[in-house]
């Protein structure tokens, strides 16, 4: 199988595909090739014993408004949920009272915005596939939170 990466790389470069999209299918190729499976044997993880509850953490010495202002709420949102039968973003679909995933995550951002006098930054990586219809939706639903970038 490792000698037929020439005929696949030539095919994407030949569809004009960019250098780091044929290295991340190279890398994602070779591991396949070499029989990685990418998973995690169980006896590999640790259990987690003891967690801090936040109502037992010291206070914060920082101003909350100012730690939030150099804060960005960064969401992936990159992948289209053909498994289960949609053809647009899964955040976009619609979990509880007519609202969306991607309307709890608004929410959640305009709570924070609100609540600490705040503009903590908001930023969902899409993929070309889910791009054009969350702009939509949020322009649609979430206006004030839509802020194209570069």
């Given amino acids: 199988m490792a000698d037929q990466w020439p005929a696949f790389e030539a095919k994407m470069k030949?569809?004009?595909l960019s250098n780091a999209a044929i290295g991340a299918f190279k890398m994602n190729y070779d591991q396949l090739v070499a029989g990685v499976t990418g998973l995690v044997p169980e006896n590999d993880i640790d259990l987690v014993t003891d967690l801090p509850r936040l109502?037992?953490?010291?206070p914060s010495n920082g101003d909350v408004q100012s730690l939030l202002s150099a804060t960005a709420v960064l969401k992936l949102n990159g992948g289209l949920g053909t498994s289960m039968g949609l053809e647009k973003a899964k955040s976009l679909l619609e979990v509880k009272d007519g609202k969306t995933f991607l309307d709890l995550i608004a929410e959640q951002v305009k709570h924070m915005r609100k609540e600490y006098n705040s503009n903590v930054k908001f930023i969902l990586m899409n993929?070309?596939?889910?791009s054009d219809d969350t702009k939509?939706?949020?322009?649609?639903?979430h206006s004030d939170l839509l802020q194209v970038c570069g």
Avoid: I, N, V, Y
């Fill in 14 to 16: 030949e569809a004009k």
């Fill in 55 to 58: 109502d037992s953490l010291p």
């Fill in 127 to 130: 993929s070309f596939s889910t």
């Fill in 136 to 141: 939509a939706f949020l322009k649609q639903r």
